[in-house]
Protein backbone atom coordinates (compact mmCIF):
# COMPACT_ATOMS: atom_id res chain seq x y z
CA UNK A 1 0.00 0.00 0.00
CA UNK A 2 1.50 3.21 -0.76
CA UNK A 3 1.75 6.03 1.78
CA UNK A 4 -0.37 9.28 1.66
CA UNK A 5 1.36 12.18 2.58
CA UNK A 6 -0.13 14.51 5.16
CA UNK A 7 0.09 17.54 6.49
CA UNK A 8 2.59 18.13 9.18
CA UNK A 9 0.13 20.02 11.23
CA UNK A 10 -2.43 17.66 10.85
CA UNK A 11 0.56 14.92 12.28
CA UNK A 12 1.02 17.16 15.18
CA UNK A 13 -2.74 18.00 16.06
CA UNK A 14 -3.07 14.08 16.03
CA UNK A 15 -0.80 13.29 18.18
CA UNK A 16 -3.27 14.77 20.91
CA UNK A 17 -5.38 12.19 20.37
CA UNK A 18 -3.22 9.59 22.31
CA UNK A 19 -2.28 11.81 25.32
CA UNK A 20 -6.11 11.99 25.44
CA UNK A 21 -6.30 8.36 25.63
CA UNK A 22 -3.47 7.90 28.07
CA UNK A 23 -5.30 10.64 30.84
CA UNK A 24 -8.30 8.48 30.00
CA UNK A 25 -6.88 5.31 30.62
CA UNK A 26 -4.97 6.99 33.66
CA UNK A 27 -8.49 7.57 35.10
CA UNK A 28 -10.04 4.50 34.38
CA UNK A 29 -6.59 2.57 36.26
CA UNK A 30 -7.39 5.14 39.65
CA UNK A 31 -10.84 5.44 39.44
CA UNK A 32 -12.37 4.87 42.86
CA UNK A 33 -15.65 3.00 41.63
CA UNK A 34 -14.16 -0.02 40.56
CA UNK A 35 -16.79 -1.91 37.26
CA UNK A 36 -15.31 -5.08 35.48
CA UNK A 37 -15.67 -3.77 32.55
CA UNK A 38 -13.20 -1.40 33.19
CA UNK A 39 -10.75 -3.55 32.60
CA UNK A 40 -11.72 -4.29 29.20
CA UNK A 41 -12.11 -0.82 28.53
CA UNK A 42 -8.49 -0.07 30.11
CA UNK A 43 -7.51 -2.50 27.49
CA UNK A 44 -8.81 -1.61 24.68
CA UNK A 45 -8.06 2.03 25.23
CA UNK A 46 -3.95 0.90 25.58
CA UNK A 47 -4.15 -1.28 22.29
CA UNK A 48 -6.19 1.30 20.31
CA UNK A 49 -3.33 4.00 21.93
CA UNK A 50 -0.47 1.50 20.88
CA UNK A 51 -2.16 1.06 17.13
CA UNK A 52 -2.66 5.03 16.89
CA UNK A 53 1.45 5.65 17.96
CA UNK A 54 2.26 2.66 15.28
CA UNK A 55 0.08 4.40 12.48
CA UNK A 56 1.55 8.33 13.47
CA UNK A 57 4.70 6.46 13.03
CA UNK A 58 4.50 5.16 9.64
CA UNK A 59 3.66 8.69 8.34
CA UNK A 60 6.68 10.84 10.25
CA UNK A 61 9.39 10.63 7.62
CA UNK A 62 8.00 12.28 4.62
CA UNK A 63 8.64 15.65 5.47
CA UNK A 64 10.53 18.00 4.32
CA UNK A 65 14.02 20.02 5.74
CA UNK A 66 11.91 22.85 6.60
CA UNK A 67 8.88 21.60 8.29
CA UNK A 68 11.72 19.41 10.27
CA UNK A 69 13.43 22.46 11.19
CA UNK A 70 10.23 24.37 12.48
CA UNK A 71 9.72 20.56 14.18
CA UNK A 72 13.13 21.13 16.14
CA UNK A 73 12.30 24.61 17.17
CA UNK A 74 9.11 23.64 18.56
CA UNK A 75 10.57 20.54 20.37
CA UNK A 76 12.95 22.83 21.90
CA UNK A 77 10.46 25.42 23.33
CA UNK A 78 8.07 22.59 24.81
CA UNK A 79 11.09 21.13 26.48
CA UNK A 80 11.86 24.46 28.51
CA UNK A 81 7.79 24.39 28.89
CA UNK A 82 8.11 20.81 30.20
CA UNK A 83 10.88 22.12 32.68
CA UNK A 84 8.51 24.85 33.74
CA UNK A 85 5.11 22.38 34.43
CA UNK A 86 7.48 19.54 35.94
CA UNK A 87 8.83 22.01 38.57
CA UNK A 88 4.89 23.16 39.11
CA UNK A 89 4.50 19.92 39.98
CA UNK A 90 7.28 18.95 42.16
CA UNK A 91 7.60 21.86 44.15
CA UNK A 92 4.19 22.20 45.74
CA UNK A 93 4.57 18.56 46.02
CA UNK A 94 7.57 18.79 48.05
CA UNK A 95 5.59 21.42 50.62
CA UNK A 96 1.90 19.61 50.66
CA UNK A 97 2.44 16.13 49.62
CA UNK A 98 -0.58 15.22 47.78
CA UNK A 99 -1.19 12.11 47.43
CA UNK A 100 0.42 9.69 44.79
CA UNK A 101 -2.79 10.06 42.63
CA UNK A 102 -3.29 13.77 42.29
CA UNK A 103 0.59 13.66 41.64
CA UNK A 104 -0.40 10.94 38.62
CA UNK A 105 -3.33 12.93 37.41
CA UNK A 106 -0.78 16.60 37.59
CA UNK A 107 1.54 14.53 35.71
CA UNK A 108 -1.11 13.39 33.21
CA UNK A 109 -3.25 16.20 32.96
CA UNK A 110 0.42 18.47 31.47
CA UNK A 111 1.29 15.59 29.37
CA UNK A 112 -1.84 16.39 27.18
CA UNK A 113 -1.51 20.12 28.03
CA UNK A 114 2.04 20.00 26.61
CA UNK A 115 1.10 18.09 23.25
CA UNK A 116 -1.65 20.86 23.10
CA UNK A 117 1.01 23.66 23.68
CA UNK A 118 3.32 21.96 20.95
CA UNK A 119 0.71 21.88 18.30
CA UNK A 120 -0.63 25.19 18.60
CA UNK A 121 3.65 26.53 18.65
CA UNK A 122 4.31 24.88 15.34
CA UNK A 123 1.30 26.08 14.05
CA UNK A 124 2.54 29.59 15.04
CA UNK A 125 5.88 29.31 14.06
CA UNK A 126 4.49 27.27 10.36
CA UNK A 127 2.94 30.28 9.62
CA UNK A 128 4.77 32.71 10.52
CA UNK A 129 7.49 31.31 8.60
CA UNK A 130 10.16 32.08 11.61
Known amino acids: MKDKKISLRIWISAKIIPALLFLI ?21 LGLTLVFLALLKGNSEIFDE ?28 AFITPSGVMTGYLIAIGIVAL ?13 RGI
Open 25 to 45: YYWMSVSLTFKPIHILIEYLL
Open 66 to 93: FAKETLNKTDSICLKLSYLFMAGILLPS
Open 115 to 127: TILRAIIFCVIDM
